[in-house]
């Protein structure tokens, strides 16, 4: 169909600052086929996918949404190495058609690394309605790549704006070399940096104008690079020039050099955009509120809190079952709980179970398929509504701009414990999952806040530990049941608080340190696109499923052999006997103090051993090695009593996540130190803490 | 040519007031992050938001932000009447 001569293979960068629509419009390009690809060296989150236009196949990257090129954060230092690497074949630069004059900020520095750009303007529909009105073809002329207006909403211009990428790739239109912009009066200083890297051209690996702005703008890691090619003398050279300009001008040379940016980009842009007025939002009034002191903060907490409880409500009845028993009406109580989403998935499990053993006789290998796998991984399944749900308010939050006004909300409580406002999205992450959150907190600026945040977010109990949390909640009295869930809660971000204080009064003795400060965008409020929407959600159970798939599968069926298999390699009927029991009985005597009898503390015991790899597995475990279908009857015959039950659920709110959570913590920390500083910290906080919880409730 | 020679920390603006960016103070990674927000000297700011505590919130062409007191306090403006 394809004509062969055309047919080729091109990769495509797109980059954008924060909030021009960049994933939006990743995803409607490459139709959400994309993945998440490794990057050597770096574990960072760059999403790739694929697209074929005319024959030739695009490979798109999707690179991180910064604001510039410095090295400020790790986000950028990665944008700038790749787009340096000379592997994109074209470079798509995103900018806010609603603030063309502060996002064209990016795409004009990406202009100076490199000529083979296109400049998508997104919101191209939006524009018109807030009176804004952009001469592309004008704004093209003057920089000499392809300007093309874009709409993730009506689709325009998509075509168009992979058209002009080939073209680029091709080298038909673009730049042949990166653009030039006439820094005035620090254009001598400029170039006398650029003869100095001249005379070792060959074995510099980029653009020689783009290196000495940067050197100019005190680049270390640059600098470094430079003074490694170039041998100590340019770099003293280069690092007198500097001082030079400093000294001339009194001013930072950074400072100095994005001014002139600015400056040119206003002549640029100047008369090619035209500004009719400008409408203000419908929710105006709204976000102010978030501003207010106290009633900001409150205001946040609440939408965060009334969140959750609807998804809890729609998932598994609690807690409206509870309000409900509690007001006399038992009936509908326990019909909200039957059939919530969570409930109904139990049944089908169940039904499942038996059906298979019912059809197929008891054999070992039923035994295995209906107890070990389908208990197993059910137990967690039932979950994925929950998750859905939860996914789905926080995609709203962040996609219509809410989020970063909460943040901005809660910045002055937050600071109390030495955490900015940027730290939000983080938290609000490790309610679904501690992994990505750990990620998210490269948006930080701040070094040691964030390094104190690796230590300390892991005890904000993620949905794996909630699945535990409603486990142990199920066994009890109703009403108990709430309070153990408000019990998890509360000793994880009493942990959070208490630990991040700590570590930041020390920090603050030691250093002297500084306040936490915020400086955060804020989006105009908007009604968030029902696809994008979509795409967080199903990402985020894509995920989940997966796991369940996968660890959760292979984690049900070694559980099962643990159990069912003696240390002669026998099959047994009775699980003391079994390889697990033998194991734990090692690990028994850390449930002694909590009063559980030998008996039955291995089976708790392996149940936490196994919940050091993945939090879900402390349920299944205690499922197959009871014997039953559900955790509400594992843990009524394992008769353990209320106070037993809050301390452990406090312990496994608190103790090391799982396994994948301290992998990130070590590659992003990128310290031994700081990895096993955080597991010794947690274990020994969730043990002392279930100690307390234990004693406090034999007293009450 | 302005007559108003006097300058004052960004903190210190009211709500709705506007004035031009004279100077920034200080050093590290914060004072990049506000460069390529487009906040340099010589470029006009709005507040949009001050009530005395809590982030000062602005809006620099075009783009609304929210600044942390500690550092409105190092951002030195001019006020223009308006």
Same mark, same amino acid.
């Given at each position: ?163 002009? $990428?080939?073209?680029? !790739?091709?080298? *038909?239109?673009?730049? %042949? @070399?990166? +653009? #030039?912009? =006439?820094?005035? &009066? /620090? ?47 340019? $770099?003293?050279?280069? !690092?007198?020039? *500097?001082?030079?300009? %400093? @000294?001339? +001008? #009194?001013? =930072?040379?950074? &400072? /100095? ?444 | ?82």
């Amino acid at each position: 169909m394809s004509r062969s001569t055309h047919k080729k293979e091109y990769e495509i960068a797109i980059i954008g600052q924060p909030n021009v629509g960049k994933s939006t419009l990743f995803n409607i390009l490459t139709g959400r086929k994309a993945h998440v690809a490794n990057w050597p060296g770096v574990t960072v989150e760059v999403h790739e996918g694929e697209t074929y236009f005319n024959g030739n196949k695009i490979r798109l990257v999707d690179l991180p949404g910064i604001y510039g090129f410095s090295t400020l954060s790790l986000e950028e230092r990665i944008a700038r190495n790749y787009i340096l690497s000379g592997r994109p074949d074209a470079v798509i630069v995103l900018v806010d058609s609603l603030n063309p004059e502060r996002t064209m900020y990016l795409a004009i520095q990406a202009l100076e690394m490199t000529g083979k750009v296109v400049i998508g303007f997104t919101k191209s529909d939006a524009a018109h309605a807030h009176g804004i009105h952009i001469n592309y073809d004008l704004i093209s002329k003057r920089l000499g790549v392809p300007v093309v207006p874009v709409s993730a909403a009506t689709l325009r211009g998509i075509r168009s704006l992979l058209r002009s $990428a080939i073209d680029v !790739a091709r080298g *038909r239109a673009g730049r %042949k @070399k990166p +653009f #030039r912009i =006439d820094y005035g &009066e /620090l254009e001598p200083y400029v170039s006398s940096i650029e003869s100095l890297l001249k005379q070792y051209e060959e074995r510099l690996e980029y653009p020689i104008r783009w290196m000495a702005l940067r050197l100019l703008e005190g680049d270390d890691d640059l600098y470094k690079y430079v003074r490694g090619v170039c041998g100590e003398d340019i $770099a003293e050279e280069i !690092a007198r020039i *500097r001082e030079e300009v %400093k @000294k001339i +001008f #009194r001013r =930072d040379p950074a &400072e /100095l050099l994005a001014k002139k940016r600015f400056e040119y980009l206003q002549r640029i842009l100047g008369d090619a955009i035209v500004r009719l007025e400008i409408k203000k939002g419908r929710f105006e009034r709204f976000t102010r509120l978030f501003y207010r002191p106290f009633v900001g903060p409150v205001l946040s907490l609440t939408i965060l809190l009334g969140m959750f409880m609807i998804a809890f409500t729609i998932n598994t009845g609690f807690p409206l079952n509870i309000l409900l028993d509690s007001l006399g009406m038992h009936d509908a109580a326990s019909a909200i709980e039957e059939y919530s989403i969570g409930g109904l998935m139990e049944k089908l499990f169940s039904w499942i179970s038996s059906w298979i053993i019912n059809s197929f006789g008891e054999s070992w290998l039923t035994d295995l398929v209906a107890n070990g796998i389908i208990s197993g991984v059910g137990s967690v399944l039932i979950f994925l509504p929950l998750i859905m749900i939860v996914s789905l308010f926080l995609a709203i939050l962040e996609d219509s701009g809410i989020a970063p006004r909460m943040a901005v909300s809660l910045h002055g409580p937050l600071s109390k414990i030495g955490v900015s406002g940027h730290a939000i999205f983080p938290m609000t992450m490790s309610l679904g999952c501690n992994v990505p959150a750990i990620l998210a907190t490269r948006a930080i600026p701040s070094r040691s806040e964030r390094l104190r945040l690796l230590m300390t977010l892991p005890f904000i109990p993620c949905q794996a530990r909630l699945v535990v949390i409603l486990a142990f909640a199920s066994s009890l009295v109703s009403g108990y049941g709430a309070l153990l869930v408000v019990l998890g809660y509360s000793a994880a971000f009493l942990a959070f608080a208490v630990v991040n204080k700590i570590l930041y009064t020390y920090e603050k003795r030691k250093t002297g340190g500084k306040e936490p400060e915020i400086v955060l965008e804020l989006p105009p409020i908007h009604r968030p696109l029902g696809k994008v929407l979509w795409w967080h959600v199903w990402d985020n159970s894509k995920h989940f499923l997966k796991k369940a798939g996968t660890i959760i599968f292979s984690l049900s069926i070694l559980i099962w052999f643990l159990v069912n298999v003696s240390p002669g390699i026998a099959l047994t009927d009775n699980p003391g006997e079994s390889i697990a029991a033998v194991i734990s009985h090692y690990l028994s005597p850390i449930v002694y103090p909590i009063g559980i009898e030998p008996g039955k503390a291995w089976i708790i015991a392996f149940a936490l051993l196994i919940g050091f790899i993945a939090k879900e597995a402390v349920v299944e475990t205690l499922t197959i090695l009871t014997g039953t279908s559900s955790a509400q009857q594992a843990l009524i015959l394992l008769g353990l009593t209320a106070s037993q039950l809050a301390a452990l659920t406090v312990f496994v709110v608190l103790y090391v996540p799982c396994i994948a959570t301290i992998a990130v913590i070590y590659s992003e920390s990128r310290s031994v130190r700081h990895t096993l500083a955080t597991i010794a910290l947690m274990l020994g906080i969730a043990y002392v803490a279930m100690l307390i919880t234990y004693g406090l409730s034999l007293i009450i | 040519m302005n007559i108003y020679n006097r300058t004052v920390a960004l903190e210190e603006l009211p709500s709705g007031s506007r004035a031009r960016i004279v100077e920034i103070i200080g050093r590290g990674g914060w004072i990049y992050r506000l460069y390529q927000m487009g906040l340099t000297p010589g470029v006009i700011v709005d507040v949009v938001l001050n009530i005395g505590r809590g982030p000062v919130i602005i809006r620099v062409m075009g783009v609304e932000i929210a600044i942390g007191r500690g550092i409105a306090r190092r951002i030195i403006v001019e006020p223009i009447n308006t």
